[in-house]
């Protein structure tokens, strides 16, 4: 579902003119969501600007209100990059309010890179959505770059 690959990006923030990295699975049990595609553009994510996050899958499960987003980028295992958001609020800016339908299969959002964002390290990026029921709706995780652009 590309709205969770938003998600993924508004976790991921601002990226410039490259490729986006591989992303994997991070979930350590079921999820609600099965990615089949993650992305973030543009790539390297640029500071204080938006990247957008795409994500293509299916949903077993609406996604409902109280759904949260969690961004978490670690450098040589300390945590140095940290943004959680109203996963319900970014949707519904990309056209998607909650609660979004299991037919729903991709979706593309848009976050800021919050300026607090290390500059020109690999950042090892987890983005995590949860439903509003507490259910994971999915984990992916890549190293990322951040810059000055």
Do not use: E, W
Not at 101 to 125: D, E, G, R
């Amino acid at each position: 579902m590309k709205f969770f690959a938003a998600i993924a990006a508004l976790v991921v923030a601002a990226v410039a003119n490259a490729q986006s990295p591989a992303f994997t699975n991070c979930a350590t049990g079921a999820t609600d969501m099965t990615v089949s595609a993650f992305s973030v553009s543009p790539y390297p994510l640029c500071i204080g600007q938006n990247v957008c996050a795409s994500v293509t899958g299916t949903l077993s499960t609406p996604v409902i209100t109280g759904a949260k987003l969690a961004i978490t980028g670690r450098y040589g295992g300390r945590v140095v990059y940290t943004d959680n958001q109203d996963l319900c609020t970014v949707l519904a800016a990309s056209g998607h309010p909650c609660p979004v339908a299991t037919s729903v299969t991709s979706i593309t959002a848009c976050v800021l890179v919050k300026t607090t964002a290390p500059a020109n390290v690999p950042v090892a990026l987890v983005i995590q959505a949860t439903n509003g029921n507490g259910n994971v709706l999915f984990c992916q995780t890549a190293t990322v770059t951040a810059k000055v652009c």
